[in-house]
T-cell receptor
Framework: GQNIDQPTEMTATEGAIVQINCTYQTSGFNGLFWYQQHAGEAPTFLSYNVLDGLEEKGRFSSFLSRSKGYSYLLLKELQMKDSASYLC?????????FGGGTRVLVKP | DSGVTQTPKHLITATGQRVTLRCSPR?????VYWYQQSLDQGLQFLIQ???????AKGNILERFSAQQFPDLHSELNLSSLELGDSALYFC??????????FGSGTRLTVV
């Protein structure tokens, strides 16, 4: 089965750092994705972790601890365009299941 | 352009009707996934096809069905439509699950 928990909403200031946590319980876990989604648009790929540790890609980093069923997405040097929903998506077998998403609001 | 093509972009239909949503995956991707996203809700997995065969099923209603054709495009059929079926329907494709690329979605409005 799948159980994914992430905060519903977070607010941060332009230029700041925000960390979005995600806990999951996924049968047959074999990797975790983070996606960004602006309202009414398609999700776009941000990161993929299959092994424990930190993956850094520009202003975005993602961390995974498989033993703890825990991941986080770190957004640095926040920009206004980063206001969006961020979706945690662990994969179990062939199935990619999405959490409800965290809506991030970046204020000037 | 993500390379995943969904048609139509918008669809308005009446309750009780039947509609077909179409998805063409990225070139070379064998897997197609369908998701439903109702207003302010998360993405709900419906069904996955791999090279023409059904591989995984989520919370897909019996009124909904899908298939993947030999040219790898997929269709999602929604019948006996209800107001609650109004949503964004996304298709995604992947190469062996390494990355998932989404189409721009079909916005279905049932009136």
């Amino acid at each position: 089965g799948q159980n994914i928990d992430q905060p519903t909403e977070m607010t941060a200031t332009e230029g700041a750092i925000v960390q979005i946590n995600c806990t999951y319980q996924t049968s047959g876990f074999n990797g975790l994705f983070w996606y960004q989604q602006h309202a009414g648009e398609a999700p776009t790929f941000l990161s993929y972790n299959v092994l424990d540790g930190l993956e850094e890609k520009g202003r975005f980093s993602s961390f995974l601890s498989r033993s703890k069923g825990y991941s986080y997405l770190l957004l640095k040097e926040l920009q206004m365009k980063d206001s969006a929903s961020y979706l945690c998506a662990p994969r179990g077998g062939n199935k990619l299941t999405f959490g409800g998403g965290t809506r991030v609001l970046v204020k000037p | 352009d993500s390379g995943v093509t969904q048609t139509p972009k918008h669809l308005i239909t009446a309750t009780g009707q039947r509609v077909t949503l179409r998805c063409s995956p990225r070139s070379g991707d064998l897997s197609v996934y369908w998701y439903q996203q109702s207003l302010d809700q998360g993405l709900q997995f419906l069904i996955q096809y791999y090279n023409g065969e059904e591989r995984a099923k989520g919370n897909i209603l019996e009124r909904f069905s899908a298939q993947q054709f030999p040219d790898l495009h997929s269709e999602l059929n929604l019948s006996s439509l209800e107001l609650g079926d109004s949503a964004l329907y996304f298709c995604a494709s992947s190469v062996q699950g390494a990355s998932y690329t989404f189409g721009s979605g079909t916005r279905l409005t049932v009136v």
